[in-house]
């Protein structure tokens, strides 16, 4: 089946960096968008970044500049490079993948566990 396992998440003063990583198996990676999700206390859910089979990217105007999504095909891995950290950066962070060209912020079906990523003064 399909697993998606998140990592590289944190405790972190604000302005430093983390580099979470999710590896995938199961499913066709190099066919899948993936994206990001991040989920702080008492709010939903929202999207964070993506990048299309194509390398595409796309980000939520709040962390342009400071995230970095990548993927490497051979290792059916993504990555998010998060710099310049703030405070409301504080979440559990989630990849997931779904097939398809595109980056779309709804639509996926697959989810990892998510990783706490905490930001602090």
């Known amino acids: 089946q399909v697993q998606l396992v998140e990592s590289g998440g944190g405790l972190v003063q604000a302005g430093g960096s983390l580099r979470l990583s999710c590896a995938a198996s199961?499913?066709?990676?190099?066919?899948?968008?993936m994206s990001w999700f991040r989920q702080a206390p008492g709010k939903e859910r929202e999207f964070v970044a993506g990048?299309?089979?194509?390398?595409?990217?796309y980000y939520i105007d709040s962390v342009k500049g400071r995230f970095t999504m990548s993927r490497d095909n051979a290792k059916n891995t993504v990555f998010l490079q998060m710099s310049s950290l703030k405070l409301e950066d504080t979440a559990v962070y989630y990849c997931?993948?779904?097939?398809?060209?595109?980056?779309?912020?709804?639509?996926?079906?697959?989810w990892g566990q998510g990783t706490q990523v905490t930001v602090s003064s």
């Open positions: 990048i299309s089979v194509s390398d595409g990217t």
């Open positions: 997931a993948a779904r097939l398809g060209r595109t980056i779309t912020i709804t639509g996926y079906d697959y």
């Open positions: 199961g499913l066709t990676f190099s066919s899948s968008v």
